[in-house]
Nanobody, 116 residues
Framework: QVQLVESGGGYVQFGGSLRLSCAASGFTFNSTFSRFTMRWYRQAPGKERELVATITSADDTTTYADSVKGRFTISRDNAKKMLYLQMNSLKPDDTAVYYC?????WGQGTQVTVSS
């Protein structure tokens, strides 16, 4: 059974940085992890879930929501089965629970809180 576990969330002041990690496990074959696009989503209280960033499986092409473009960077390490989200210049509007996804699997989320 595939499992995704996010970490790295926390409390940070306006303008600060955090690096989120997502550890994947449960693959029958080590190569399976690299075959799927991965994404970070976030959901703030009372708001709809938002797709934050995507990284493809084929060539690591990345795309970002306009709200985070230029501040966030998504990356992956297929050998370690890890997904990352480097978040810089954080704003209170970035406060949310952040989730990583692989295929149809979701992690449990990690809370990011940015104070003004």
């Amino acid at each position: 059974q595939v499992q995704l576990v996010e970490s790295g969330g926390g409390y940070v002041q306006f303008g600060g940085s955090l690096r989120l990690s997502c550890a994947a496990s449960g693959f029958t074959f080590n190569s399976t992890f690299s075959r799927f696009t991965m994404r970070w989503y976030r959901q703030a209280p009372g708001k709809e879930r938002e797709l934050v960033a995507t990284i493809t499986s084929a060539d690591d092409t990345t795309t970002y929501a306009d709200s985070v473009k230029g501040r966030f960077t998504i990356s992956r390490d297929n050998a370690k089965k890890m997904l990352y989200l480097q978040m810089n210049s954080l704003k209170p509007d970035d406060t949310a629970v952040y989730y990583c996804t692989w295929a149809t699997y979701w992690g449990q989320g990690t809370q990011v809180t940015v104070s003004s």
